[in-house]
């Protein structure tokens, strides 16, 4: 089997009914992570099945607010870290050859 098909498996093995989390569940993750991601095929893909399952506007803005506050929370913490880098290294450039 090709790479691709395994992975075709793979993904279906993910998004099947009979698991603990529903489909709508499922796919408010995937719509997150995605987001969170830069994935925009995948966030197309989670969003398109959301409003087939009848989501919510009120559960799109909390699920917004979620992957906003995650994504701020990682760019403090990268600004706090890079302040430290910088003052233990003497040299700010991005890439030295």
């Known amino acids: 089997m090709s790479i691709s ?9 993910v998004y099947e009914d009979n698991t603990l989390l529903d ?9 997150a992570a995605s987001l969170g991601s830069g994935c925009g095929f995948c966030s ?6 959301l409003q087939e ?12 607010a979620i992957v906003m506050t995650v994504t701020a ?3 403090k913490a990268d600004l706090a870290q890079t302040e430290d880098n910088l003052k233990d ?3 700010p450039m991005c890439c030295v050859l």
Request: charge should be positive.
């Open 44 to 49: 197309k893909y989670a969003l398109s099945v």
């Open 23 to 31: 489909k709508k569940t499922k796919h408010l993750i995937c719509l």
């Open 5 to 13: 098909g395994k992975y075709n498996q793979f993904h279906a093995a």
């Open 73 to 75: 929370t990682k760019i």
């Open 53 to 64: 399952l009848k989501v919510s506007q009120a559960e799109l803005e909390e699920l917004r």
């Open 89 to 91: 290294n003497s040299n």
